[in-house]
Nanobody, 125 residues
Framework: QVQLVQSGGGSVQSGGSLRLSCVTS????????MGWFRQVSGKEREGTLF???????ISADSVSDRFTISQDKDKNAMFLQMDRLKPEDTAMYYC???????????????????WGQGTQVTVSS
């Protein structure tokens, strides 16, 4: 059974930085799309950054110049480096993996198979 365990997050002032980690266990896949969603209470889960097994990266316009996604394949880990954070980045952040295919141009939450437990990011002004 695939498990995704997240760490990182917390509270920071506007303009600060945070780093989220996501470690997967249980299985490895040759073809995949993995990345980070965020969700504010009462709203739909929003995609931020993704990377697939070909190394292609997809980013939302709202974070493309401030957030960076990376992987450590030897450790089955994925990271989200968030810089120049804004209050509107406040949300619960989830890592997720879709197996068997590469990322579409606009990954949707419904297409992902496995999810991390979520971690809160709070940015104060």
């Amino acid at each position: 059974q695939v498990q995704l365990v997240q760490s990182g997050g917390g509270s920071v002032q506007s303009g600060g930085s945070l780093r989220l980690s996501c470690v997967t266990s249980g299985a490895t896949y040759k073809t995949y799309c993995m990345g980070w969603f965020r969700q504010v209470s009462g709203k739909e889960r929003e995609g931020t950054l993704f990377v697939d097994s070909r190394g292609r990266t997809i980013s939302a316009d709202s974070v493309s110049d401030r957030f960076t996604i990376s992987q450590d394949k030897d450790k089955n880990a994925m990271f989200l480096q968030m810089d120049r954070l804004k209050p509107e980045d406040t949300a619960m952040y989830y890592c997720a993996v879709a197996v068997g295919y590469i990322c579409s141009d606009a990954p949707r939450a419904w297409s992902f198979d496995y999810w991390g437990q979520g971690t809160q990011v709070t940015v104060s002004s």
